[in-house]
């Protein structure tokens, strides 16, 4: 059995909102110009076509849908010099699922973080591949904004501290792949940029890139 075939959209689901589905499909593949065949099987899964079709204007977030979301970091990373193909592959799988499940996040508290987007996002992603870096970077997206969330806003100093060696610890290699990542997510939108400044000024280890 095929990829393709083991993950083939649910034809009963598809024909419930087919045309709002195709017209998702097509703007994604005309937003994110898809680049290999990993990037072109996401875009034919229902739940993720319906998840880049979530969203409204936020704070964070004025562009409203995570489809305008990942667009911009797509964009951030074309900008990022002497990027590996390898690198780049990885970098763009994450940016296409990190926020696509945020539809399906369970908001109730108290909070089950078993529903959070991220994990859901892994989850999914796992069906398409075992590569561990982009797993757990996509886990892991949101850790170093909720590190420094309690250690500056918080003033949790010593559970930010204790999440941050945390996040640390799972990356091990990771760490700079994690980076590139957090600083392509982070300079969208009208997010706070103090997280990443603190990140970069705050990790040994990595090195500091301009967009």
């Not at 799988?93 to 499940?101: G, N």
């Not at 250690?151 to 930010?160: D, F, Q, R, V």
Request: glycine fraction near 2%; charge should be neutral; hydrophobic fraction near 40%.
């Amino acid at each position: 059995m095929t990829a393709t075939q083991r993950f083939a959209p649910n034809q009963r689901k598809l024909k419930w909102n087919s045309k709002r589905m195709q017209a998702i499909q097509e703007e994604a593949i005309d937003l994110f110009q898809p680049e290999n065949e990993l990037e072109q099987l996401l875009l034919e899964q229902p739940e993720f076509l319906k998840g880049l079709d979530w969203g409204f204007p936020r704070y964070g977030h004025p562009e409203g849908k995570v489809l305008y979301h990942v667009h911009e970091v797509l964009e951030n990373i074309n900008q990022i010099k002497l990027l590996s193909d390898a690198t780049r592959k990885r970098l763009r799988i994450i940016t296409f699922v990190h926020d696509t499940f945020k539809y399906d996040e369970d908001k109730n508290r108290p909070r089950d973080w078993k529903r959070h987007h991220s994990i859901l996002a892994r989850n999914f992603l796992a069906n398409f591949t075992d590569d561990r870096a982009m797993l757990d970077i996509t886990e892991l997206h949101d850790e170093a904004f909720y590190a420094w969330r309690n250690i500056h806003l918080a003033n949790k100093i010593e559970k930010g501290e204790a999440r941050f060696q945390h996040l640390i610890n799972r990356l091990d290699d990771n760490l700079q792949l994690f980076y590139l990542f957090f600083k392509c997510d982070t300079k969208t939108g009208d997010k706070i940029q103090a997280p990443l400044k603190w990140f970069e000024s705050y990790v040994e280890k990595i090195e500091v890139i301009e967009l």
